[in-house]
């Protein structure tokens, strides 16, 4: 009885040896860490290695644990919805895509559905590159919901990273790296839990990055062409950033200059890379000329000059064209934009900024691997790992002129940090002190506090109640899975799927409103069972209301606390 007693409850003052919840996750954590350290040298390692050998399988395991984990905590955290407007735009690609056409028609009212990230005019668009349309798409058709294809884009970096490693390291440790990589990105990762993007770039890097070491010693066509996918893929999902991407893998090839054989060898490669890039290349001018009418223009860059650069305080709820607004108006928007977003900076605000930013690549490494980053620091005096150093700069000074960040603009550099890790760690586990092999128990202990902060945080989540959650919350680092419904989207979902019939959502916002956008519709708005539009006004809503006779007309206020939904009624 006495140990029933002792995990009755959580509460300290109600068990016998005063445990509250935080003392039975340690003790649990410091019972498995010591248990992993007892069997792992036994065991687990050898077992390890003979895996980390077999390529096929390795990538396989390392592809589906990342979507297992997350699917087993379904029952705590369901499957994601689109939440910011990012998701919302990179939904109506897929959207788009599903009804196999690059855009869409433009609308009979398109004053009504303006919204941040679509084009409204020559056609209803999403304005960002198509490959995570393309993905999310691929996940839609073949297992029934969007997220099925983030999911999918997400094991699939997991796997092509082991892979990528694998050109770079032993089989072991591109093993370990990969299952740092689960880690990482995994089931509490915003990549794994929005539908932003981050792993369709980070597997473009993988490949990429993966396949230079390859193509310089083995100088195989196969190698090359994968490097051609790997920069393709780049284009399709950040075409900014696949500049650094190309100038990167160039750089890698500046010692072949020295030697007239291995330079012959390479260049004969470049138009196998140039073959394989060519897809690419061909689905951006399509998707440019179906979406703006030219080939050259890209969606992003119309809807740039059409509605200007957003400030990064205030947005304002309703994205009006510059071509519909005063010349007072359009002064002031684009002086807002020149401070804000995309004027020229001084030199002080630009390396301000670039510092301001490291913080944010604690997002690509667990905070016990920066004790690796020392030990990869001595192999620098190689070219292939000074290039390593040089290539995550060169993408932090590219990406610093732009005025806004997020992890994904980054993503194709995801699988270097993972290979800084591993080969400061390979490096470590050489050092020895007095004799005894310090550094291999050093760097056994570094990846064990890894995976008992991964343990921790998805034990908490699978198990630990509203309480526990609601009181550690605030001190996770980077995990973003999706908490309750921060918007009350999903509740004002289900009080709509309560009304019958098809509906028209006039959308209210208060004078003061930022940010948050609900006027989202699929590809086809016209066949939408629900249709949400911008409250214009009786006079102009009733244009909309004779165009959508059959519906069932709603208000919906969402500045109201809390957000109301009532049955429209024209008002001056």
């Known amino acids: 009885m006495f140990v029933f007693d002792v995990f009755r409850s959580f509460l300290p003052i109600r068990n016998p040896i005063g445990f509250g919840a935080s003392d039975f996750i340690e003790v649990l954590l410091a019972a498995v860490f010591v248990a992993l350290l007892l069997l792992s040298r036994p065991w687990i ?6 895996l980390a050998q077999k390529t096929g399988l390795s990538m396989l395991l390392l592809g589906l644990l990342p979507i297992a984990l997350r699917l087993a905590l379904l029952g705590r955290y369901p499957i994601p919805e689109p939440n910011v407007s990012d998701d919302f735009s990179y939904v109506l690609a897929a959207d788009t895509l599903c009804h ?11 004053q009504f559905f303006e919204t941040y990230f679509a084009l409204q005019q020559p056609t209803y668009s999403s304005i960002f590159p198509l490959a995570q349309g393309i993905v999310i798409a691929i996940g839609w058709i073949v297992f029934g919901h969007p997220w099925a294809g983030v999911a999918l884009s997400v094991g699939a970096y997991c796997a092509l990273c082991y892979w990528m490693l694998r050109g770079w390291i032993s089989p072991g440790w591109a093993f370990i790296g990969g299952l740092l990589t689960v880690i990482q990105v995994g089931p509490l990762n915003q990549w794994m839990n929005s ?8 597997t473009a890097g993988c490949l990429a990055f993966g396949a230079l070491p390859r193509v310089f010693d083995q100088g195989r066509r196969r190698d090359a062409a994968i490097l051609g996918v790997g920069l393709g893929l780049q284009m399709l999902s950040r075409p900014f950033e696949s500049v650094f991407l190309a100038a990167s893998a160039l750089i890698f090839f500046v010692p072949a200059v020295r030697d007239h054989f291995l330079l012959r060898r390479l260049l004969a490669l470049v138009p196998v890379v140039a073959v394989a890039t060519l897809p690419a290349l061909l689905l951006i001018a399509f998707q440019n000329h179906s979406v703006t009418g030219s080939w050259t223009t890209m969606p992003y860059m119309l809807s740039r000059y059409q509605y200007g650069v957003p400030t990064t305080f205030t947005v304002q709820s309703l994205p009006v064209p510059h071509r519909e607004l005063t010349r007072q108006q359009q002064l002031g928007f684009e002086t807002q934009s020149k401070v804000h977003g995309a004027g020229v900076d001084t030199l002080s605000t630009f390396w301000a900024r670039l510092l301001g930013r490291v913080r944010y690549y604690r997002f690509f490494l667990l905070a016990p691997l920066y004790l690796a980053i020392p030990f990869f ?3 620098a005096g190689q070219y292939r790992y000074s290039w390593v ?12 002129i732009y005025p806004y960040f997020y992890t994904h603009y980054f993503a194709a550099e995801a699988c270097l940090f993972i290979l800084i890790a591993v080969v400061g760690l390979e490096r470590l ?3 020895k002190v007095s004799g005894p092999p310090t550094g291999q128990t050093a760097a056994r202990l570094i990846l064990f506090l890894c995976l008992a902060h991964f343990l921790f945080w998805y034990g908490l989540h699978a198990i630990g109640n509203e309480d526990m959650l609601s009181a550690t919350r605030q001190f996770e680092t980077w995990d973003a899975i999706n908490h309750g419904d921060p918007d009350g989207r999903m509740a004002v979902n289900r009080e709509l799927q309560t009304f019958p019939g098809k509906l028209l959502v006039f959308v209210r916002y208060s004078p003061r409103h930022e940010l948050v956008e609900w006027v989202h519709n699929g590809a086809d708005v016209d066949a939408a069972r629900i249709v949400w539009a911008r409250d214009l006004g009786a ?7 004779r165009y959508y006779p059959d519906r069932k007309p709603l208000l919906f206020e969402p500045d109201v606390r809390p957000p109301r939904l009532s049955p429209y009624l024209p008002t001056p």
């Open 539 to 545: 006079g102009e809503n009733e244009k909309l209301l």
């Open 389 to 400: 150093l040089l290539a995550i700069l060169m993408f932090a000074l590219g990406t610093n």
């Open 100 to 110: 196999l056409r690059l855009a869409n028609p433009a609308h009979a009212y398109p």
């Open 429 to 431: 586990s050489q050092v």
């Open 45 to 50: 390692e050898p077992y390890g290695r003979r």
């Open 195 to 202: 539908f932003w993007g981050g792993a369709v770039s980070a």
């Open 377 to 379: 620091l001595l192999r």
